[in-house]
């Protein structure tokens, strides 16, 4: 067997991660093929008809055929050209505005719930196949927010399900808590499609939601997982690894303010796990900050 030969089960999860789903036809299609006659004539006659040749027909460029002429004898007909798809709305600030007039209005979880199922302002949802809003418990007296769900959160519609969400999972464990325990978030609540960065007006359009989630929740404290949500959350600049393990503050909308640790992103750590050390230590810290504050 040949070892270098690629995993099919890899090249398939590559290839959804990419964000490519499903299939446009039965069988492959080779466009090569297809193209190649037209390729044969045109070199052969440099480009143009030769001078021994038929002259064009009306509206028929030299050496290709109309979009009437019939086909070539032994040659493929070419489909027909796809029409174009409709062009995105482009989300702007006017968006952004109307978010934070809608966040505003939100006076529980479940109406700020509904108000983003029914959101149209940001593009993300038309490619995402599910709103990932929370997991766990809003009551609890502590709060995660990540950055935006991956794969296995927009299938499932909740937050850190995959391999990052099992590694929550059992961080939560190492200081006595689940999610039962504990309410979690992202400040993006659609996955961007094939996990790509969500971009800055993405971001500020989804901020008022996110920021009006953690005013409903009023943690005791707030946990931010990555650097992408301490910046929005904490109006950060410095990256995550020189900020996390310093405890800052979150001030809501209404000037409550919520004490907040910044800590490394699960996914980080999965891809760094010399760093699970660093982790570790931030949630000795949040475990000692509730445990102080019952």
């Given at each position: 067997m040949d070892?270098?030969?690629?995993?099919?089960?890899?090249l398939?999860?590559?290839?959804a991660?990419a964000?490519?789903?499903e299939?446009?036809?039965?069988?492959?299609?080779d466009?090569?093929?297809?193209?190649?006659?037209?390729?044969?004539?045109?070199g052969?006659?440099g480009?143009?008809?030769r001078?021994?040749?038929?002259?064009p027909?009306v509206?028929?460029?030299?050496?290709?055929?109309?979009?009437?002429a019939?086909?070539?004898?032994?040659?493929?007909a070419?489909?027909?050209?796809a029409?174009?798809?409709?062009?995105?709305?482009?989300?702007d600030?006017?968006?952004?505005?109307?978010?934070?007039e809608?966040?505003?209005?939100?006076?529980?979880?479940?109406?700020l719930?509904?108000?983003l199922?029914?959101?149209d302002?940001?593009?993300?949802k038309?490619?995402?196949?599910?709103?990932?809003?929370?997991?766990g418990?809003?009551?609890?007296?502590?709060?995660?927010?990540g950055?935006?769900?991956?794969?296995?959160?927009?299938?499932?519609g909740?937050?850190?399900?995959?391999?990052s969400?099992?590694?929550?999972d059992?961080?939560?464990?190492a200081?006595?808590?689940?999610?039962s325990?504990?309410?979690i978030?992202?400040v993006?609540?659609w996955?961007?499609?094939?996990?790509?960065t969500?971009?800055?007006?993405?971001?500020?359009?989804?901020?008022?939601?996110?920021?009006?989630?953690?005013?409903l929740?009023n943690p005791?404290?707030l946990?931010?997982?990555?650097g992408p949500?301490?910046?929005?959350l904490l109006?950060?600049?410095?990256g995550?690894?020189?900020?996390?393990g310093?405890?800052?503050?979150?001030?809501?909308?209404?000037?409550?303010?919520?004490?907040?640790?910044?800590t490394?992103h699960?996914?980080?750590?999965?891809?760094?796990?010399?760093?699970?050390?660093?982790a570790?230590?931030?949630?000795l810290e949040i475990?000692?900050?509730?445990?102080?504050?019952v």
């Amino acid at each position: 067997m040949d070892s270098g030969r690629p995993d099919l089960r890899e090249l398939l999860l590559f290839y959804a991660d990419a964000g490519v789903d499903e299939a446009l036809e039965d069988s492959p299609v080779d466009r090569f093929a297809e193209s190649a006659p037209l390729r044969r004539n045109a070199g052969a006659s440099g480009g143009a008809l030769r001078p021994d040749g038929p002259s064009p027909r009306v509206g028929e460029t030299a050496g290709v055929p109309s979009p009437s002429a019939p086909p070539a004898r032994g040659s493929r007909a070419l489909p027909p050209p796809a029409r174009p798809e409709p062009a995105a709305a482009v989300p702007d600030e006017a968006q952004a505005a109307r978010a934070r007039e809608l966040a505003r209005s939100a006076s529980s979880m479940e109406e700020l719930r509904a108000l983003l199922a029914d959101f149209d302002g940001c593009n993300l949802k038309s490619t995402a196949k599910t709103l990932v809003f929370a997991d766990g418990n809003p009551q609890a007296d502590i709060m995660f927010v990540g950055e935006a769900p991956g794969r296995e959160e927009d299938l499932e519609g909740l937050p850190f399900v995959g391999r990052s969400g099992r590694l929550l999972d059992r961080m939560l464990a190492a200081i006595g808590l689940d999610r039962s325990r504990a309410y979690i978030a992202n400040v993006i609540p659609w996955r961007p499609p094939g996990n790509r960065t969500p971009t800055p007006i993405e971001t500020e359009i989804c901020r008022p939601f996110i920021e009006r989630q953690v005013e409903l929740a009023n943690p005791k404290v707030l946990v931010t997982l990555g650097g992408p949500s301490a910046k929005v959350l904490l109006h950060a600049s410095e990256g995550v690894l020189r900020l996390r393990g310093t405890w800052k503050t979150h001030t809501t909308a209404s000037g409550l303010t919520i004490p907040a640790m910044p800590t490394l992103h699960p996914a980080y750590l999965l891809r760094n796990p010399a760093h699970k050390k660093l982790a570790w230590r931030d949630f000795l810290e949040i475990k000692a900050r509730l445990r102080s504050l019952v």
